[in-house]
């Protein structure tokens, strides 16, 4: 089954309204259901069935800069974890909104990557840009799961 172009926007589109899900929950919830909503989010979204996932997170550094299980990005998206005391939870700081500008997009079969600018805004109305690469693989029941998903911020000379 081949990804289409429709698939890449879906699945991004998914990702941010996941994004904004886990924000809310934490600001209604607490920690322990955002934490359980992002696991699920993790176990729908990014391909941890198939095998390590590419993750870079664009605020993560040092030793555990690399996300390639899904503990790791439970941490990045929730914090509250000792194995990842760096993380503050980038899923849990309030987000309203997910946009992207695209740049380019390749497809080849059930692989498929994007990459852009993603703009996050926050409940106060700020704004952060971060440089975004996702790649995608449909698996065998045609569900599109990340497997690559590399997050910078722009470089600023």
């Not at 500008?101 to 840009?129: E, L, P, Q, Y």
């Not at 971060?130 to 995608?136: A, L, P, Q, R, S």
């Amino acid at each position: 089954m081949s990804i289409t172009e429709a698939d890449l926007l879906q699945a991004r589109t998914a990702w941010g309204d996941a994004l904004i899900s886990i924000s809310k929950t934490y600001e209604d919830d607490g920690i322990d259901a955002a934490r359980a909503l992002a696991s699920d989010i993790l176990d729908a979204a990014y391909g941890y069935n198939l095998g390590p996932v590419l993750f870079k997170p664009t605020l993560a550094s040092g030793e555990k800069t690399f996300r390639p299980t899904k503990d790791g990005a439970l941490a990045y998206f929730v914090g509250h974890d000792e194995n990842y005391p760096l993380d503050g939870g980038f899923g849990i700081k309030g987000w309203r909104s997910v946009d992207y500008d695209s740049s380019a997009f390749f497809i080849d079969g059930d692989v498929g990557m994007w990459m852009g600018w993603a703009k996050f805004t926050d409940k106060d109305g700020n704004v952060v840009t971060v440089n975004k690469t996702f790649g995608y693989k449909k698996d065998e029941e045609g569900s599109v799961r990340i497997v690559l998903h590399h997050s910078s911020l722009p470089f600023e000379p």
